[in-house]
């Protein structure tokens, strides 16, 4: 059963004048007890000033925004943080003036965020986006790193990006696509298929994805190489509206996902709602109702930090959402 604890929602951007838009945000849980979340704000998305901010959370006090990146002239998009078994807080992030642009940066920090190394590109001479597109990355007991990633240039398509170096290179898994027909022209799968998968194990090996996708609901695919292959991406009932989801997996085996429950491509971005599973994703009930108000609650976040479920998500463009969930 899940409780609401500290003060239910809070919002994290108390001061609008920081920048008039904001999205995609991801949560971590530090070595030092506090929690930081990450951001992409500025005057819209894709905007020069765009830059990556971030908060912290000590004693259920939210610290006041500040930049973490920024690079005059080139707009950042989708952060994504990792925690390294040694301590070290992993910030993944991509630029670009279009997502078909796209480079990955990688920043890391050794203090738990109060200072951060000078950005490099994940992979060298990357253009599209490699490593985590926006979804936290899965650390499987071998020791294999795997970034959840994907594609928009023509037809979208999702893939794994696999370190077994620690994060020092990467390679990219076989592609994971929809499956259209072959009558279908190039043109007519411009921007359909499948893009930020949401990774999670259930054994030795088997590691599954679930998908955002243009079709009305969410997919599915199942590798059992630790990611090396995946079988053909599968509809599954879970609606979609074309926006990102977030899930994690708990001690307990269960798997806790907040989505948009909305069946038609790019339809809107309210309701949000956390839903549970514990078949290992062959059946979900919802358990709680984050927002159900006319406007956008989007692009969430998910992560388990040994206690409670810490869940951000974009609230309306100019807010990130906070709740934290006791599991009992």
């Keep these: ?16 004048a920081l920048f008039p838009s904001c999205h995609a945000s991801s949560i971590a849980a530090l070595p030092d007890g506090r929690l930081l979340c990450v951001w992409f704000g500025g005057a819209y998305e894709g905007a020069e000033d765009v830059a990556i901010w971030g908060t912290f959370c000590e004693n259920g006090v939210w610290s006041a ?14 952060p994504v943080l990792f925690v390294r078994d040694d301590g070290a807080v992993l910030l993944f992030y991509k630029v670009g003036k279009c997502i078909p642009s796209w ?11 109060q200072t951060w190394s000078a950005p490099r590109e994940l992979v060298t001479g990357d253009v599209g986006g490699r490593g985590p597109v926006r979804n936290h990355l899965l650390v499987l007991p071998s020791g294999r790193w795997l970034a959840p990633a994907s594609l928009e240039e023509g037809e979208w398509r999702c893939f794994a990006d696999i370190s077994d170096d620690r994060g020092s290179t990467w390679h990219k898994s076989a592609e994971i696509r929809v499956g259209f027909p072959d009558t279908m022209s190039e043109q007519e799968r411009r921007a359909r298929g499948v893009i930020q998968p949401a990774l999670w194990e259930s054994g030795a090996g088997q590691v599954h994805m679930l998908m955002r996708s243009s079709e009305g609901c969410l997919y599915r695919s199942d590798s059992q190489d630790e990611g090396t292959t995946w079988c053909p991406a599968y509809a599954t009932d879970l609606p979609n509206n074309n926006s ?10 269960s798997l ?5 429950p909305v069946g038609a491509d790019r339809g809107p971005r309210t309701p949000l709602t956390l839903a549970c599973s514990q078949d290992n994703g062959e059946s979900w009930r919802n358990v709680f109702t984050l927002e159900d108000a006319p406007g956008e609650y989007s692009y969430p976040d998910i992560c388990w930090d040994g206690h409670e479920l810490l869940v951000t998500y974009t609230y309306q463009r100019k807010n990130i959402a906070f709740w934290a969930f006791q599991n009992q």
């Design 1 to 16: 059963m899940l409780n609401v604890s500290y003060m239910g929602r809070q919002l994290l951007v108390p001061d609008s």
């Design 65 to 78: 925004p500040r930049k973490i990146a920024a690079q005059a002239g080139l707009p950042h998009w989708n």
């Design 103 to 113: 480079s990955t940066r990688l920043t890391v920090s050794t203090d738990c965020g």
């Design 244 to 253: 990102g989801i977030c899930l994690t997996r708990v001690p307990d085996g």
């Design 256 to 260: 806790y996902l907040v989505y948009n």
